[in-house]
């Protein structure tokens, strides 16, 4: 009897559905686990902190996957050997997730007062279909000529990633990592009063809740001065501490680290009563991590088999030696919070490792071009930490310096190079920078840095989204290839 290959797959769909539903696995629809299993369903986890570049990655990486053939993608390898037929953008299969904002945003880059896209509030979803014409295999001459890969992208508030690692923190060791924070400069100085309050406040004494409100309101005012301060820092937890008005957080999200708990043992805490500071506190530190965090996690990193790490190396080298080690003790605690290595499919459908990590320094359009080596040098160096996170299992990062929308143009001024742009109200402006380093400086390298006065770029004018043009980048095709060039095959 002779049965068809279509046969053969729709029959073993059928006895995968059976597994799934055996196994209890949490995946959105067994359809996506089909695709996963046949390797034709890639999640990608564009990581980043807070306005380090993510959602106007992912536009112009949607974009630029769009506008394929005016795109300019040569690194791109299905680009180059004529091998991608269409793409299609859908929204992701999942209950109340909203969809990815790509039009608002294109439309917002290509008007006639381009604009960035809008700060994220909330997650969101797409799922990008590319349609590709198969390598040819010799071996098999009767191979299915054409295929679909997927790509699923979750867009999220960065601030929220820096909250993964309290997954594995309890309460009083989360309240000693405040304390060794807080105790130091520039955080001691921003924390003012609050800093002697926090630090005198007896854990095991009966909660006055009116007071622990009012101690939460200013805390939260601390984290968004740390945020918002000229030079923002990175390491700010808990993130959703930072969203004002963030209504589902309710009680959740009132409570403070209390800084003397390192006076106590962990009996002594865990004795204290039911109705003090520590334990108040703690059972609202749990459920904040229980509620919040554990399903933020589960639903956007949980799944993630190829991870792409956003850092804004020029800002770090703008802002002096504690900002760059407070980003790099936030990317580590990130990478931290992922599994990396590679796995078969099938585990991979149960319990999936990310095996391939790009690190990627943004914005890179503010730079001039013979300076990108170098930058990409220093982002190797300031992510070594994280770096060697990765390299767990075999997995070995790779470097790259990227724009996802290129917002400036090279000029010479006396010989020298220089850029040139537009400003928020379209005027022009220019400058030349000192030159980027391939290290973090040391020492008086820093001062012409941090006396480099960076001005925001807008996007460049001039793009039609009438016509679908593409978004102006540098190395966003190399970043593409890196990401899934070897599954578009
Ligand atoms: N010059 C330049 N600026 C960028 C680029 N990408 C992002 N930006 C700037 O960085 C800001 C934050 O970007 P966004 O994508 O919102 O960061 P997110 O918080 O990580 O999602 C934007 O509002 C822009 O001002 C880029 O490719 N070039
Ligand atoms: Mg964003």
Redesign the pocket.
């Known amino acids: 009897m002779k049965i068809s290959k279509r046969a053969i797959n729709e029959k073993f769909k059928h006895s995968f559905q059976k597994v799934s539903e055996f196994s209890g696995s949490g995946l959105s629809s067994i359809e996506s686990q089909y695709q996963r299993l046949r390797d034709q369903r890639v999640t990608l986890g564009v990581t980043?902190l807070?306005?380090?570049?993510?959602?106007?990655?992912i536009t112009s990486l949607i974009n630029q996957l769009s506008e394929f053939d005016c795109a300019s993608l040569a690194g791109f390898s299905p680009v180059l050997s004529d091998r991608l037929r269409w793409v299609k953008l859908h929204p992701l299969d999942e209950k109340d997730l909203p969809e990815f904002p790509y039009r608002h945003n294109y439309q917002g880059l290509a008007s006639p007062n381009p604009r960035?896209?809008d700060?994220?509030q909330d997650v969101s979803g797409c799922l990008l279909e590319l349609r590709l014409k198969r390598v040819k295999n010799k071996l098999n001459p009767f191979a299915i000529k054409e295929f679909s890969l997927f790509l699923e992208i979750r867009d999220y508030p960065?601030e929220w990633l820096l909250d993964l690692p309290l997954r594995d923190m309890t309460f009083s060791r989360w309240c000693a990592q405040c304390n060794a924070q807080y105790s130091q400069d520039p955080r001691a100085q921003i924390m003012g009063n609050l800093l002697g309050e926090l630090q005198s406040l007896d854990p095991l004494a009966p909660v006055d809740k009116g007071y622990l409100d009012e101690l939460n309101k200013r805390y939260c005012d601390f984290l968004k001065a740390c945020k918002y301060s000229h030079k923002s820092l990175s390491l700010i937890q808990p993130g959703r501490f930072l969203i004002s008005g963030n209504s589902d957080a309710g009680d959740r999200s009132c409570f403070v680290p209390l800084l003397k708990c390192g006076s106590y043992t962990e009996g002594q805490l865990n004795g204290a009563a039911e109705d003090s500071y520590f334990k108040v506190c703690e059972r609202r530190y749990k459920s904040y991590v229980k509620e919040l965090v554990e399903p933020f996690y589960r639903d956007f990193f949980s799944r993630i088999d190829r991870q792409l790490i956003?850092v804004d190396v020029v800002k770090a080298l703008n802002s002096g030696p504690e900002y760059v080690d407070d980003m790099r003790q936030a990317l580590a605690n990130i990478t931290d919070s992922f599994a990396y290595g590679s796995r078969s499919r099938l585990l991979q459908l149960f319990r999936s490792k990310i095996d391939k990590v790009i690190f990627a320094a943004?914005?890179v359009?503010?730079i001039v071009s013979e300076d990108h080596d170098a930058a990409k040098q220093l982002l190797s160096v300031i992510i070594k930490q994280a770096y060697n996170n990765a390299q767990h299992e075999g997995v070995t990062p790779i470097c790259e310096a990227t724009?996802?929308?290129r917002?400036s143009k090279e000029i010479e001024h006396q010989a020298e190079k220089g850029l040139s742009g537009a400003d928020s109200n379209g005027e022009p402006i220019g400058y030349i920078h000192p030159k980027i380093p391939g290290r973090v400086p040391s020492g008086d390298q820093w001062e012409p840095f941090l006396s480099w006065e960076i001005p925001?770029?807008n996007p460049p004018k001039g793009l039609s989204f009438t016509n679908s043009d593409a978004i102006p980048h540098i190395r966003m095709d190399t970043v593409i290839n890196e990401l899934i060039g070897d599954k578009c095959e």
Not at 50 to 57: D, E, H, I, N, V
């Open positions: 980043g807070s306005q380090s570049g993510k959602s106007t990655f960035w896209p700060s994220t960065g956003l943004t914005k359009d503010q724009a996802a929308v917002s925001q770029f």
